[in-house]
């Protein structure tokens, strides 16, 4: 497909277990973010790729919330010891270029819930 | 930090006019986007305003006065389908877009 895809689309963990969310960008794109929204709110900026480089990482909340891009262009994000705050969407976007310049693509998210 | 303020929830008719309002406080400012996001779906690009002024595209158009850091989204002949959660969000720098909590509509018949 041509649009950003997420898996996986829903993700049910129990507390202190560990997760991984994929995020396959539009072929070309050169930035790639990851947000995460909680019901009711806006996206909240997590971090931020330029390929495989990992400029902004400001956003990731904790320790336990780490994302990679190692071929500049799928990412993983990874969050360890899952707890019952992490619950929320997680959103990956992508653009074809500069952070300041583009409209965000995003794809449909992935849902994950913490027992 | 930015601050971006828009309100929380608005109701309208079907066929009428609807503008929602986005505030914000930011340094550096190089533009504020207008995002629509449907229920259970993915943020979707409407509009990005970097100069003063209004931007038309189709029913929708989008104001931005830099000087008052205030922008609203105006939507024009309503259609059910325009139920959704409308996001105002910012750039400034090189900082990453900052979201506001979004804007629930509800088109009722």
């Known amino acids: 497909g041509a649009g950003v895809s997420q898996s996986p689309r829903y993700k049910v963990a129990k507390r202190g277990q560990d997760v991984a969310l994929r995020c396959d960008p539009i072929?070309?794109?050169?930035?790639l973010f990851w947000y995460q929204q909680a019901l009711g709110q806006g996206p909240e900026f997590l971090t931020y790729?330029?390929?495989?480089?990992?400029?902004?990482k400001s956003g990731l909340p904790s320790d336990r919330f780490f994302a990679e891009r190692p071929e500049g262009s799928v990412s993983t994000l990874k969050i360890q010891r899952t707890q019952q705050e992490d619950s929320a969407v997680y959103l990956c976007a992508s653009t074809p270029g500069l952070i300041t310049l583009n409209e965000q693509f995003f794809g449909p998210g992935t849902r994950l819930t913490v027992l | 930090g930015q601050n971006i303020d828009q309100p929380t929830e608005m109701t309208a008719t079907e066929g009428a006019i609807v503008q929602i309002n986005c505030t914000y406080q930011?340094?550096?400012?190089?533009?504020l986007f207008w995002y629509q996001q449907h229920a259970g779906e993915a943020p979707t690009f409407l509009s990005y305003?970097?100069?003063?002024g209004l931007e038309e595209k189709g029913r929708f158009s989008s104001f931005l006065s830099r000087s008052k850091g205030y922008s609203y989204l105006l939507l024009k002949e309503l259609q059910m389908k325009d139920s959704a959660s409308y996001l105002c969000?910012?750039?400034?720098?090189?900082?990453?877009?900052?979201f506001g909590k979004g804007t629930r509509l509800s088109v009722i018949a």
């Open positions: 969000a910012v750039i400034s720098g090189n900082t990453p877009l900052v």
């Open positions: 305003n970097v100069l003063d």
């Open positions: 790729f330029q390929n495989e480089a990992q400029l902004d």
């Open positions: 072929s070309g794109h050169v930035s």
């Open positions: 930011t340094s550096g400012f190089n533009g």
